[in-house]
């Protein structure tokens, strides 16, 4: 359940639709999925977050796209946010990603999170090797 309303017509506000000309341009598609929709309540929040997500998600950088999905995933997992791993599972395929990478995706998220809680149950002390502030 949302906790805030959608506006009903958004793009009556000016900045509301430009920044949605921009997510259909850069997406290459007519779809704004109802994350840009529902933070068009303020729509200073929404260009915030979409010049953010362009910058970080749309531009080429050092990390592939898909990669940055399959990330994108893995995050998004640890975080449990059930909209988010839909959307970026939809466009990692999308993106080419295979249900075989899927599957080693997920089984690498798992392994992550038990070994994570591993540690954080033992309180196991940090190497020094892995310690970028240690002297060496």
């Known amino acids: 359940m949302a906790t805030v309303r959608q506006p009903a017509n958004p793009e009556a506000d000016l900045r509301v639709k430009a920044v949605f000309d921009v997510i259909r341009a850069t997406r290459k598609t007519d779809f704004v999925n109802n994350l840009w929709r529902s933070l068009a309540f303020d729509p200073a929040l929404l260009e915030s977050t979409w010049s ?18 399959m990330i994108y995933i893995a995050v ?4 449990a946010c059930s909209y988010c791993v839909h959307s970026h599972t939809s466009a990692a395929r999308a993106k080419g990603m295979t249900e075989a990478q899927h599957a080693e995706l997920l089984a690498i998220v798992a392994l992550a999170a038990k070994t994570n809680q591993l540690a954080t149950g033992l309180q196991v002390p940090l190497d020094p090797v892995f310690d970028a502030n240690a002297s060496s």
């Open 52 to 69: 953010e997500v362009k910058r970080v998600m749309a531009t080429p950088s050092h990390v592939d796209p898909l990669t940055k999905e």
């Open 76 to 79: 998004s997992v640890a975080n």
